[in-house]
């Protein structure tokens, strides 16, 4: 147990659908972590919030974006949904070098 | 990032000792390096840090050269429940808190046989 939790667990879209996943960081911790992990693959970096501001991105579309709240939780939203957003959405947060994940949210996107 | 290369898959016995090495040529001064494991269905968890030389906590050892363009991650005498995908990872520490980003490769996948 990390003290990361994130919901839904799992979930269901049609293509086109949005599609908003959440995040509460273990206490104290001010930096949250996106990423996408497609099934046999190590996870990919989507960006990181530190402080309510995006601190850096990864290699993935506009319409992926996300939000940082001033109790340090997150959400990371998708527009627009593609079959291939399919994935396991992982959120890490984080106060010095060492992240700590969450569980994951598996999106399905038909 | 420094781009890291791990091999895909190894297998080993209860009992045994593992060792999991990493190349990253291309570390930079300021980059650590870093291991997670990772169960199917769960995050990554956080396995052990270094900059050089050997790092040791309860769980693993990390060994580094002198040179850093390797590293070896050590599991003592593993059991069924350390089979899991194993990522070596190389980045900076940015003052923020954590890495501007963690680079994941494929991970090493790591069965451990009765």
């Known amino acids: 147990e990390t003290g990361v939790t994130q919901s839904p667990t799992h979930l269901i879209k049609t293509r086109g659908q949005q599609v908003t996943l959440r995040c509460s960081s273990q206490?104290?911790?001010?930096?949250v972590s996106w990423y996408q992990q497609a099934l046999g693959q190590g996870p990919q970096f989507i960006f990181q919030?530190?402080?309510?501001?995006?601190?850096g991105r990864g290699n993935f579309p506009p319409r992926f974006s996300g939000l940082q709240f001033p109790n340090y939780s997150s959400e990371l939203n998708v527009n627009a949904l593609e079959l291939d957003d399919s994935a396991l959405y992982l959120c890490?947060?984080?106060?010095?070098?060492?992240?700590?994940f969450g569980p994951g949210t598996r999106l399905t996107v038909t | 990032l420094a781009k890291t290369t791990q091999p895909i898959s190894m297998d080993s016995y209860e009992g045994q000792e593992v060792n999991i090495t990493c190349s990253h040529n291309?570390?930079?001064?300021?980059?650590?390096i870093t291991w997670y494991q990772q169960f199917p269905s769960q995050g990554p968890r956080f396995i052990i840090q270094?900059?050089?030389t050997k790092v040791t906590n309860e769980v693993a050892s990390l060994f580094i050269p002198a040179d850093r363009k390797s590293s070896t991650l050590s599991l003592p005498r593993v059991s069924l429940s350390d089979t899991a995908v194993y990522y070596c990872?190389?980045?900076?520490?940015?003052?923020?808190?954590?890495?501007?980003?963690?680079?994941f490769g494929a991970g090493t996948r790591l069965a451990v046989h009765p």
């Open positions: 291309n570390i930079a001064t300021n980059d650590y």
């Open positions: 206490s104290g911790h001010n930096t």
């Open positions: 919030y530190y402080r309510e501001e995006e601190n």
């Open positions: 890490a947060s984080s106060h010095g070098y060492e992240q700590y």
């Open positions: 990872l190389v980045g900076d520490i940015r003052p923020s808190g954590g890495y501007n980003k963690l680079i």
């Open positions: 270094g900059y050089k």
